[in-house]
């Protein structure tokens, strides 16, 4: 599996979240009508035209074991001091990240890309995981996301086993 290494320092991030469960895929459901509500409702095409430097994110964060939930936050990188209303802010801390370049149909491309890091590459690294904020990175934004050619990139928070 193609990864590489990177250090990211503080990114904070503004958009929109919904509170989520890995359980049962769950998560794979309510992630999928999320992004599709915010197509429909026009909330993607604002952050998209606002995008920073390297593109829209879909974060994983805020991670609950006792409640096997997390939050999923669609966003962008904070340029301006003010948060527009309805949106929220959350800051991803300095860390090391192993990153997957994913290409293909979304959302499936990028699913099998979650499952293979998990049982395929970070059993085999000599990375774990730090437990950190998870994200997706869309550099070009979701536009045209399901052709066969489209990239994204996984980033996992990682420290040395």
Not at 53 to 65: A, I, K
Not at 100 to 128: C, H, K, Q, T
Request: glycine letters at 10%.
């Amino acid at each position: 599996m193609e990864c590489k290494i990177a250090d990211l320092g503080e990114i904070r991030i503004i958009g929109k979240g919904i509170r989520t469960r890995p359980g049962n895929k769950q998560n794979h459901r309510d992630i999928s009508a999320f992004r599709e509500e915010s197509r429909r409702n026009g909330f993607i095409e604002a952050p998209e035209k606002e995008r920073g430097g390297m593109g829209l994110f879909g974060v994983c964060e805020d991670f609950d074991p006792e409640e096997e939930s997390f939050t999923y936050i669609i966003g962008i990188e904070k340029k301006e001091t003010n948060v527009p209303n309805g949106w929220e802010e959350t800051v991803l801390p300095p860390s090391r990240h192993a990153v997957f370049p994913v290409r293909g149909p979304m959302p499936d491309s990028v699913r099998d890309a979650w499952d293979r890091i998990y049982s395929e590459w970070l059993p085999s690294s000599e990375y774990e995981h730090a437990g950190g904020t998870e994200f997706k990175l869309f550099p070009n934004g979701v536009e045209n996301d399901t052709d066969g050619n489209y990239c994204c990139e996984v980033w996992l928070p990682v420290v040395e086993k």
